[in-house]
């Protein structure tokens, strides 16, 4: 089983901008492996947000796209997300997750095997 620890979560005030780091380690992990950021509201689905999959080209979710960046640090074993012009919507558990080989759709959760424990976002009007 692959170990995803993530950090980086806080609060932030509307406009502001948080940086989310996942890093990997164990199990079946490699550099190849896809990994993408889910996130999960109070009383809400959870939704996927950002990935890089096997194809390594990013997906985003369309809520997210042009304030977001993914990118992976395969020396480092670590996905990042850089989240810019924040919104209270915006606001959720922010989950990393690991697959062996994800093709598209990317951001669909059943797809992928390991998860991490979540760093809270929170923002703030």
């Known amino acids: 089983q692959v170990q995803l620890v993530e950090s980086g979560g806080g609060s932030v005030q509307a406009g502001g901008s948080l940086r989310l780091s996942c890093t990997a380690s164990?199990?079946?992990?490699?550099?190849?492996?896809?990994m993408a950021w889910f996130r999960q509201a109070p009383g809400k689905e959870r939704e996927g947000v950002a990935g890089?999959?096997?194809?390594?080209?990013?997906a985003y979710a369309e809520a997210v796209k042009g304030r977001f960046t993914i990118s992976k640090d395969n020396a480092k074993s670590t996905l990042h997300l850089q989240m810019n012009s924040l919104k209270p919507e915006d606001s959720a558990m922010y989950y990393c997750?690991?697959?062996?080989?994800?093709?598209?759709?990317?951001?669909?959760?059943?797809?992928?095997?390991?998860w991490g424990q979540g760093t809270q976002v929170t923002v703030s009007s």
């Open positions: 997750a690991a697959g062996a080989s994800v093709w598209w759709p990317i951001l669909d959760a059943k797809k992928y095997n390991d």
């Open positions: 890089i999959g096997s194809a390594r080209l990013p």
């Open positions: 164990g199990g079946t992990y490699s550099s190849s492996s896809s």
